[in-house]
Structures are given as structure tokens and as C-alpha cells.
């Protein structure tokens, strides 16, 4: 028997960790053969090259080039590349994760040509469409043939939406696989020392258009991170788009100058994940960071309005907070009075394994 081709798709930095425990898990199977697709929406090496070599994961086998644009751009772009990518070498399945825009835009590509659509971290829904990511998670989730959910909560998000219930599988968390695929890497490392942290500090991550594009409220949120390093040294690692606003908005100085704030270039994904365990509290806008910090226990303050991820506020150590609060948050941290919290259902480090298990019995 011939294997099944599995592309599966990654754009943006949080895909990587998606895609490489189900390339690993699938890549040791008679029965497929996976195929990794970059569309280049992400392409400075420490937002992309550091993941593939941490990750263990081969160079693509397509990519896409579709490089920085508007939305339209690069959904448009993704769209014309990958349908050509799939008249020449068409697949048997395709594999979209997240939220991004290569999510939508593959998926679309797929189910116009009749490729099966599996769609991974299905479900989740912040209910708040000016999110961009909340357009990609409607349209693909519409969309795919296979939607494979990390909590139970999505799969009612999907079933009231119609979705029939034997096209859902709640695989569980596959973030959280990768980790525990680079655990002993993670714990071995000592970015403490490296950054020579002395007492306990806050790491932060900030990138959501609607925190980092508009002056007033990152100005609002620069001076909150200043205040909270009058207490605590804050480890922040500034992603492209937030350094450029910072620039762009004559912040970037406050950040990199104040004593008490380590500002950073993105780091590989084993340096992160050691500062993020080690952390008093996570603050943060970011996805995967509520559900890393949720599984390992770490406080975790988000600031936003509303999360896509509420397990992470019910079950998990999240909170979501404005920025004015961030000092009462990282007080009651420190003190240790913060709520453990516990791992969701399924957040189990086997989610690549039962992935590939609904993909062999839908592929048959
Ligand atoms: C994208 C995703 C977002 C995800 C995030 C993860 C969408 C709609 N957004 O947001 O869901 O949470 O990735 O980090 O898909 N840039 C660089 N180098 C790079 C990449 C980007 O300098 O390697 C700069 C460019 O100026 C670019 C800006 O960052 O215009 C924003 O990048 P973009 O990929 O459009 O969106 P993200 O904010 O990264
Ligand atoms: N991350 C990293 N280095 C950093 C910041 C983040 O390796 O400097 C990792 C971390 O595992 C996080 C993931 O990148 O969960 C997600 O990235 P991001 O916040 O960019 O995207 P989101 O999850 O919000 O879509």
C-alpha cells in the first residue's frame, strides 16, 4: 500500500510546536508519510529556523514564501501558493493548527479541492471577532472534514454550532507534547544564570494587534510594566511586531533602558520554556503561554478582555487582568498565594498520539 501523504501546515512561530510531535509521531508510521509545509509568514530566525532545530523537525518540503503583508495579502498569497503546491503534489490529508492566517487559507485550498481538512486546536472561541484569529478559527472550523479539540469545551463550542459530533475527536493539548518532548532539554538549561537573574522575576510576552498597535494603550501598558519593575526584575522578550510599535511609537528606550526590565530578542523555545517554569508570574497576551503556564502550575496574568482558552481561567492557574492590576497580581504571586490550579483533561503529553490515531482510522 502506497503511504498516505500528510502535509502538514505551519506559518507563524506558535505552529511549530503544534506540528512537530504529530511529524514525529506520524513520521515513525508505515502507513503515512508527513510532509511539512512553510508558508514563511514567519521568517527571522529566531521566530522560525530556532523552532525547526529545537524541534527536531526536517526543512520543509514546500515553502511558501509568503513573507509580512495585511491580512488579505497573505491569506491571498498563502491561498495561490499552497493551491499550486497541491496541483503538483497532491496530498491525502491536509493538517491546519491554530489560528493564523495560513489556518484559514490552507483549509480553504484544501476543501475547494476536495483534500481532506483536519484541523488542529479546533473549537476554541474567544467570542470577540475583531480578534483576527477568531475569523481564521470560524472559517476553518466551518470548513474542515476532522476537527481535533484540546478540551471538552471546545467540542460543545462546535456542537452548537452545528458541527456534526463524529466529525470532533478531543485529542487533548499537543503544545504541552512538545514540551515534554524537550523536557529534560528545558530543565537542563539555566537561563537564570545566563540572564543573571538574581531573585524572582516576571517573564513577559506581548503581541496581540489589539494591545500593541494602538499608542495609548501600549504606552499604558509600558508604563505598567515599568511600575511592576520597581518590584520585580521583568524578563520581557519583545516580539517583531511589538518592537516595531515600540520604536515606531518612541517606547522602545523605557523598555530597554529601565534597570529593572531585561529586554530581549524572541528566544528558542528550550530558552523560553526554562525562564516561563522557573517564573513568579507569566504576563502575557499570548495563547500558548495560558496554557503552558496552566500546566505547569505558574501564575499566569493575561491581559486581555477575554480568552479563547477559558479552561485555562476555570481549571488553570489564568487570569485575565488590565494592566492597572498588574502590581497586586505579581504581589499576591510572590507570596506565594496565587492558586495552583490543575491540568485539564487530556493536557497529557499524548495528544500526537491519539492524533494519529483518528487520522489512521479516518484515512483508513
Ligand atoms: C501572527 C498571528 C497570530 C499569532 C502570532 C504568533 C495572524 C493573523 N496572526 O501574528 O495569531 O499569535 O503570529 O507570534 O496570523 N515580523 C518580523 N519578522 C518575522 C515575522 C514578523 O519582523 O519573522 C514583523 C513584521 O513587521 C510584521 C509583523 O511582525 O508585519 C507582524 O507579523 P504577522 O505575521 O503579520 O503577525 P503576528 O503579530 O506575528
Ligand atoms: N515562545 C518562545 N519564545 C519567546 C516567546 C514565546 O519560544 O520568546 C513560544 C512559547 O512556547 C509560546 C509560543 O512561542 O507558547 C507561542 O507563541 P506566540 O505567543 O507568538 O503565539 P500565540 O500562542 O499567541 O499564537
Known sequence: MT????????????????????????????WCRPRVVHTGQHYDANMSDAFFRDLGLPAPAHHLEVGSGSHAEQTGRTMIAYEAVCQADRPDAIVVVGDVNATAACAMV??????????LEAGLRSRDRRMPEEINRLVTDAIADVLWTPSRDADANLLAEGVAADK?????????DSFEMLRSKITATDMRAALRLAGPYAIVTLHRPSNVDEQSKLQELVAAIEELSRELTVVFTVHPRTRKRLAEFGLLERITSAAGIRATEPLGYIEFMNLVM????AITDSGGVQE???????????LRENTERPITVSEGTNRLLKPAQLAAAAAEALSGR?????????????????AEQSLRRRLG
Request: proline share 9%; aromatic share 8%.
Open 3 to 30: 503511504p498516505k501523504a500528510i502535509h502538514l501546515i505551519a506559518a507563524a512561530r506558535p505552529n511549530f510546536m503544534k506540528i512537530a510531535p504529530l511529524y514525529h509521531v506520524l513520521q515513525s508510521q508505515a
Open 110 to 119: 484544501g476543501a475547494k479541492l476536495w483534500i481532506p481538512v483536519v484541523h
Open 168 to 176: 470532533i475527536d478531543c485529542i487533548g493539548n499537543i503544545m504541552l
Open 278 to 281: 522557573h517564573a513568579a508570574i
Open 292 to 302: 503552558e503556564t496552566t500546566y505547569l502550575g505558574i501564575p499566569c496574568a493575561t
Open 338 to 354: 496565587w492558586p495552583k490550579g490543575r491540568r485539564p483533561e487530556l493536557w497529557d503529553g499524548h495528544a500526537a498520539r491519539r
